[in-house]
């Protein structure tokens, strides 16, 4: 069975990440790694699905058992990859999906080469901006530190390997270009290196 890709997808506020990734897990291939946070749910969230929701005590211990691959704190609250789940899906031939920011990105690519790390970014700032006031579910203070926190993540555009434009109403078209990546990646030939033995010893 051909092992599963560590695929990290981060993206600024309002890049349609969560939109994009949904689309990915119609496909029994893909698998989403559930963080581990402290900030409250947002409406329609579900505990267990789209985070584990824990207490700062609760998250604090599980750093102290070394039970995350990688944490950080975003705006305020603090977000990690559980290390159980990771290793679960990979080896039962999943792509596992990270959606986290770009701190814990550069961590996992630390830990874990050969992830491939993508960054979905709206078509613009200007854009970004108006979907992140247009879906109204933050107040003014929260939009306006993601806006702040997005110059500051672009920074670390140049430590990722692919960038893809999430443009308004192409969600499909952007989960498209991430298969064709996550494809590409699974054949290329620093990942197949056993690929003439396997082709003179297998019947
Ligand atoms: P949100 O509050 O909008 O769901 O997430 C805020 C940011 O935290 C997003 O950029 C999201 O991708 C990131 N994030 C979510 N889970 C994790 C995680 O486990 N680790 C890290 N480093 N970032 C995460």
């Known amino acids: 069975m051909e092992k599963g890709l560590l695929v990290v997808v981060s ?5 349609g990440k969560g939109t994009v990734n949904h689309i990915l897990l119609e496909s029994p291939e893909y698998a989403f790694s559930v963080s581990a946070t402290t900030r409250a749910p947002r409406p329609g969230e579900v505990d267990g699905v789209n985070y584990h929701y824990i207490s700062v005590e609760d998250f604090q211990k599980r750093i102290d058992d070394d039970e995350l691959l990688e944490y950080t704190c975003y705006c305020g609250n603090y977000y990690g990859t559980l290390r159980a789940q990771t290793e679960a899906a990979l080896e039962a031939g999943k792509n596992l999906i ?9 961590n996992v690519k630390r830990l874990c080469p050969e992830a491939v790390l993508i960054m979905l970014l709206p078509p613009s700032y200007a854009v970004q901006e108006q979907r992140l006031r247009g879906r109204a ?43 064709a990546i996550v494809q590409a990646e699974k054949s290329a ?12 010893e297998t019947n």
């Open 137 to 179: 579910t933050e107040t003014e203070e929260v939009i306006l530190r993601r806006l702040e926190r997005t110059r500051e993540e672009m920074e670390f555009l140049s430590h990722y390997d692919y960038v893809v434009y999430n443009y308004d109403g192409q969600a499909e078209a952007c989960a498209d270009r991430i298969r």
């Open 189 to 200: 030939m620093r990942r197949n290196p056993n690929a003439k033995k396997i082709f003179f």
């Open 11 to 15: 993206g600024p506020a309002g890049s």
């Open 98 to 106: 990270l959606e986290i920011e770009v701190e814990g990105a550069l």
